[in-house]
């Protein structure tokens, strides 16, 4: 079966700190790979989307940015972290094509102090 | 274009009482919709979906959602809350005609009393 991990859980960075996140995914090839980041009160923003290894579209422009080394690793970074920075991210997967079901990771907190 | 609306961001109901979450969406060609929930401090967990294979969905924990096309409605039921029901519930449309990344909804937090 398939299962998807990120990490840190949580995370208390200052102002001006980088920033990195990591999430894998295990028991599939080649998957769809999304950040989304919600804020408090608000719903799911869409970051970064990643359709194979080096491809990544950026959905919103902003402080952050994404990677993917291999196949199953999605990375995101900050070199210069701002308030506004604060907040739950998620990870996910989904097979390509379209009505393909997202499976999202566990989460990690980030505030920025 | 596809786009999602969830009527309420919030929704209290007693223990025992009907849930009913409403979402509707706009898609110009056939949708796929799901409805996932999202309990705190967790990421967000599949409660059920729509594919075209019949309009009366049932997913898991006693929930179902029924596809109507007319309406353009995909609104969640569950006969009876438990105070485990207690979570943030969002709605997603995705089609061929959009994009295949799901919209989500701003979702909706359900609120259980005793």
């Known amino acids: 079966s398939q299962t998807i991990h990120q990490w840190p859980a949580t995370l208390v960075q200052p102002v001006g700190s980088p920033l990195s996140l990591e999430c894998t995914v295990e028991?599939?090839?080649?998957?769809?790979l999304y950040w989304y980041r919600q804020a408090a009160g608000r719903g799911l923003q869409l970051l970064f989307y990643s359709v194979g290894i080096g491809q990544i579209s950026s959905e919103v422009p902003q402080n952050l940015s994404a990677s993917r080394p291999q196949d199953r690793q999605f990375i995101l970074s900050s070199k210069k972290l701002l308030l506004s920075d604060s907040g739950f991210y998620l990870c996910a997967w989904s097979v390509a094509g379209v009505g393909n079901t997202i499976y999202f990771g566990e989460g990690s907190w980030l505030t920025v102090v | 274009a596809q786009s999602v609306t969830q009527l309420g961001s919030h929704v209290s109901v007693s223990e025992g009482a009907l849930v009913l979450l409403r979402c509707n969406y706009s898609s110009s060609v056939p949708p796929y919709l799901f409805w996932y929930v999202q309990y705190p401090n967790q990421g967000l967990q599949l409660l059920l979906k729509?594919?075209?294979?019949?309009?009366l969905v049932k997913g898991i924990n006693g929930f179902e959602a029924e596809f109507k096309k007319s309406e353009t409605s995909f609104h969640l039921t569950k006969p009876s809350a438990h105070m485990s029901d207690a979570a943030e519930y969002f709605c997603a449309v995705s089609s061929s005609g959009g994009s295949y990344i799901p919209t989500f909804g701003r979702g909706t937090s359900l609120i259980v009393h005793p």
């Open positions: 028991g599939t090839s080649n998957p769809n």
């Open positions: 729509y594919t075209s294979a019949a309009t």
